[in-house]
């Protein structure tokens, strides 16, 4: 079955340089969500879109964006990176808004370096 | 103070046992997550609960929604089961998932 895919898998960036990373829902999924996972913590919930809105915001700094395209793939947008900024980017999709009946289903993640 | 409390922390435990990873949350939620990191890797879901039990081949997972609990059960544990166990929770509400700060479980042959 498909799964969710993100590209690239790993990413080497300068400080202050951009990174831009794509998120793949599975088919049909209309619901994206983006996490950042810092080195030795736990992953924090950063934004989500559904039918293409934004859904939900959270600890995303103003320098990141993101938005969901018509074919339900995401791209989150990364601008003037911080040493701070080195994470594990995780999106997982679900059929609908998450909760009770509708799963998560997440993707291999995005090793985001910066030097 | 993380909403999702995780017990233990770290669990090391010799092949062949019974493990038992434990989950407290603070308000009502909506869904329970069990999810498998392994070291420099992506996260696997392996259950998603909102009430009762759940099992698949050698791991169960349980919830009380009374309680604010949930654990879960790895019998007959083996060394590809090390890997770091993170519960995760959607509040009433929400459709964020809210992580608990994992516990790494580490299986000796």
């Known amino acids: 079955a498909a799964g969710v895919i993100q590209s690239p898998r790993h990413l080497i960036k300068e400080k202050r340089e951009t990174a831009t990373l794509k998120c793949y829902p599975i088919p049909r999924h209309d619901t994206v969500y983006w996490y950042q996972q810092g080195p030795g913590q736990d992953p924090q919930f950063l934004i989500s879109?559904?039918?293409?809105?934004?859904?939900d915001k959270g600890s995303i700094p103003d320098r990141f964006s993101a938005q969901q395209f018509s074919d339900y793939h995401s791209e989150l947008n990364m601008s003037s990176l911080e040493l701070g900024d080195s994470a594990l980017y995780f999106c997982?999709?679900?059929?609908?808004?998450?909760?009770?009946?509708?799963?998560?289903?997440f993707g291999p993640g995005t090793r985001l370096t910066v030097l | 103070k993380n909403e999702v409390e995780q017990s233990p922390q770290n669990l090391t435990a010799q092949e062949g046992e019974f493990i038992t990873i434990n989950c407290s949350y603070s308000v009502g939620i909506s869904a329970l997550h069990w999810l498998q990191q392994h070291p420099g890797g992506g996260i696997v879901s392996l259950f998603m609960?909102?009430?009762g039990k759940k099992k698949h081949g050698r791991l169960i997972a349980t919830i009380n929604i009374q309680e604010k609990h949930s654990s879960l059960h790895i019998t007959a544990s083996h060394p590809r089961d090390s890997a770091v166990y993170i519960c995760a929770v959607i509040y009433d509400g929400s459709e964020k998932l809210v992580f608990g700060k994992g516990m790494k479980l580490t299986v000796n042959p």
């Open positions: 609960l909102s009430s």
């Open positions: 879109f559904y039918e293409k809105m934004q859904s």
């Open positions: 997982a999709s679900s059929l609908g808004l998450a909760g009770a009946y509708n799963e998560q289903f």
